[in-house]
C-alpha cells in the first residue's frame, strides 16, 4: 500500500449525549478515490467536516500527507488544506455557517479578504 493522504485514528466525536463517531479508523493511500456512503445521521458529514477543520473531534488523531492536522497552528492547517474542497449532498450550503457567510466563503478562506468586505459582496449578490 502507498503512503497515506489521509488518514483518522480512533476518532471520536459526539453533541451532547448523541455519539457520532465513535473510534472511526480510516486510511486513504495517495492517488486513491474514496466514496462516503451511508444512512442518513451516521456520520459521513461530521467524519469529514473534521478532516477539513470544520468541526474539531473530541479525541483521535487526523493526518494529511503524514501530518497532525490537529496539532498545527492555524496558519499551517489552512496551508495544508486549502488542498481539499466539499461539496455537501446536492450542493448544499454549509450548514454550520448562515447563507452570506456561504456565499463569502471563498473571499475569506480563499482569498483572505475581510469579513466585513466580503460579507457585503455576498449579501449584494444574494
Request: proline share 3%.
Given at each position: 500500500m502507498s503512503e497515506a493522504k489521509i488518514e483518522l485514528r480512533n476518532v471520536h466525536k459526539r453533541f451532547g449525549s448523541k455519539v457520532v463517531l465513535d473510534g472511526i479508523n480510516l486510511t486513504v493511500p495517495k492517488g486513491e478515490s474514496l466514496v462516503v456512503i451511508g444512512g442518513s445521521g451516521t456520520g459521513?458529514?461530521?467524519?469529514?467536516?473534521?478532516?477539513?477543520?470544520?468541526?474539531?473531534?473530541?479525541?483521535?488523531?487526523?493526518?494529511?500527507?503524514?501530518?497532525?492536522?490537529?496539532?498545527?497552528?492555524?496558519?499551517?492547517?489552512?496551508?495544508?488544506?486549502?488542498k481539499f474542497g466539499m461539496l455537501f449532498q446536492g450542493a448544499a450550503l454549509f450548514d454550520s455557517l448562515p447563507v452570506w457567510e456561504n456565499v463569502a466563503f471563498g473571499l475569506i478562506q480563499g482569498r483572505k479578504m475581510k469579513r466585513k468586505q466580503a460579507k457585503d459582496i455576498a449579501i449584494e449578490k444574494l
Open positions: 459521513k458529514s461530521v467524519m469529514i467536516k473534521c478532516v477539513l477543520g470544520i468541526i474539531r473531534p473530541d479525541s483521535g488523531e487526523i493526518f494529511v500527507d503524514g501530518k497532525n492536522v490537529l496539532k498545527m497552528d492555524t496558519g499551517e492547517r489552512e496551508k495544508v488544506l486549502r
